[in-house]
């Protein structure tokens, strides 16, 4: 049961993101939406929250030379190697570059 009311709940957010990107989300349900903290772009958010993280790293170590080897900082680790990889294979984007 919990998992169809997931996956009905999954669809019915997607639905919401993609009025959003038609704009044909009415203004009151966009209101609603925002004033719950709705996140209308999951794949930007998570970029976002990352490099908050990795902001925090660098004013505790004083560098972004995050390493995997740490059990604690395994994740932000893979996430700033994957950046540099990007960065290497020009695909990121200029907004995240100046960030």
């Known amino acids: 049961r919990n998992d169809a009311q997931h996956k009905s709940l999954g669809l019915w957010v997607n639905r919401l993101r993609m009025s959003y990107k038609k704009n044909t989300l009415s203004s009151d349900r966009l209101q ?5 903290g709705f996140i209308w772009d999951p794949i930007e958010h ?8 990795l902001c925090a790293y660098k004013a505790q170590n004083g560098h972004c030379n995050v390493t995997q080897n740490d059990e604690q900082n395994k994740p932000l680790g ?3 190697k994957h950046q540099r990889v ?3 294979k ?3 984007s200029s907004n995240h570059i100046q960030q």
Do not use: G, P, R, T
């Open 86 to 88: 990007l960065y290497k």
């Open 32 to 36: 609603q939406l925002n004033s719950i």
């Open 46 to 53: 998570s970029w976002n929250e990352k490099f908050n993280q």
């Open 90 to 92: 020009n695909a990121v």
């Open 78 to 80: 893979k996430w700033v």
